[in-house]
């Protein structure tokens, strides 16, 4: 196979716009980590009861999708479809940049940034942090030698090889994300092992819809000829696979929730009586990121801009479902003593109110945005993306 990639030499007014607007957006969300450090948590709507907040929920989506976002590469490398190779190198740029992007919003967000010396030179094998500081951190060591491989021609033939270990790296992170929250057996929303699993799902989904969002823009910003409708129809059909996987882990998840007794007071609250948890579980979550792509993506042959809109709806609902997963789960109040009621004047009971304030959106975006500048350097500087898909 003939494969030519090129840099991106003649990127005009266009990638200067871009470029120059995803700066703004950065320093704002480094503006807003200095604010809020200055001041304190105070100037956000975190309080002692919810203590995650919207910078959380953009930092574990970026983290999720970098993880599906190597899909691209790995079908090339490890399951030998040789028809996805020339877009391998972008997917490995963008799980890479999305990475990044994820761990500077939840560095920032921590409170006291400087203490990520502590957690990065002691360690408590016991707590599932401890062990996704060498998650995160490999798989960006990972995912460079994996470029390496497929941009230097002397090293093609071992691209396989990293490719089966970024793969299976790529496994462990995003199990290590969920498990995050599945280890979590004080909150009703989390305390449950089928997280692992339906991160690892949910991943293959939002990195493949962010992936052809990035390809599609990528190809029409700098006018190049996309082509290759075969192959986009194929990563149609795969991301609505993945979006109907996603779902089905969802109903499961619920499902086995109204099984138990002890849980029926929390699905209560997310699936009837939760307010915009419940608004956004079905009309952000199920609706929008769930159904509506598969509308879009289940025609004979979905058109690009069917693809486009496929792929937005599901980074939108992407985000309604961290926001449910991580400030429902929050929210809806702790049981301390279980089978007994409990009353007090310190708010035992009572759902946890949530606002997010301006700060924490501009740190979430700021994220986004910094993805976003490592993306457009990369492809200005580096021979990553083909010049046509046929």
Do not use: C
Not at 22 to 38: K, Q
Not at 75 to 80: D, E, K, L, R, T
Not at 268 to 291: A, K
């Amino acid at each position: 196979m003939n494969i030519a990639l090129r840099e991106l030499h003649d990127t005009g007014r266009g990638w200067l716009m871009a470029f120059g607007a995803l700066g703004i957006v950065a320093a704002g969300g480094l503006s807003a980590a200095a604010y809020m450090e200055h001041h304190g948590h105070i100037v956000t709507g975190m309080a002692n009861q919810i203590v995650w907040g919207l910078p959380h929920v953009f930092a574990v989506f970026l983290i999720v999708a970098a993880s599906g976002a190597l899909n691209v590469a790995s079908m090339a490398s490890v399951f030998g479809k040789a028809e996805y190779k020339p877009l391998a190198p972008l997917s490995g740029l963008l799980a890479v940049a999305l990475l990044v992007g994820g761990l500077a919003v939840l560095m920032l967000d921590l409170g006291r940034p400087d203490r990520l010396i502590v957690a990065m030179t002691h360690y408590n094998f016991k707590s599932i942090f401890a062990w996704n500081v060498f998650l995160y951190t490999g798989f960006l060591a990972i995912v460079a030698a994996y470029l390496w491989t497929m941009l230097e021609r002397r090293m093609n033939e071992h691209s396989a090889r990293v490719g089966l270990v970024a793969f299976v790296w790529r496994l462990a992170l995003t199990t290590g994300t969920g498990s995050i929250f599945g280890f979590i057996v004080a909150r009703q929303a989390f305390d449950s092992a089928l997280l692992a699993p339906l991160f690892v799902t949910l991943s293959l989904a939002y990195g493949l819809a962010v992936f052809l969002l990035v390809l599609f823009a990528i190809f029409k910003g700098t006018g190049r000829s996309l082509g290759g409708d075969a192959l986009l129809q194929r990563l149609a059909r795969l991301l609505a696979i993945f979006v109907a996987a996603g779902l089905y882990f969802v109903i499961v998840q619920h499902l086995t929730g109204l099984y138990f007794t002890r849980q029926h007071a929390f699905e209560r609250f997310i699936l009837l009586d939760g307010g915009v948890h419940t608004l956004l579980f079905w009309g952000g979550q199920i609706i929008v990121g769930g159904v509506l792509p598969l509308v879009l993506l289940l025609k004979s042959a979905p058109t690009r801009r069917a693809m486009v809109g496929a792929s937005a709806l599901v980074v939108a609902g992407a985000f309604a479902q961290m926001y449910v997963t991580i400030i429902g789960g929050q929210a809806f109040p702790l049981v301390l003593f279980p089978g007994m009621e409990v009353t007090s004047s310190f708010r035992d009971g009572v759902v946890n109110a949530y606002a997010p304030s301006l700060p924490e959106l501009l740190l979430g975006l700021g994220g986004v945005a910094i993805a976003g500048l490592i993306v457009l350097l990369a492809v200005r500087l580096l021979a990553v993306v083909p010049e046509r898909l046929d």
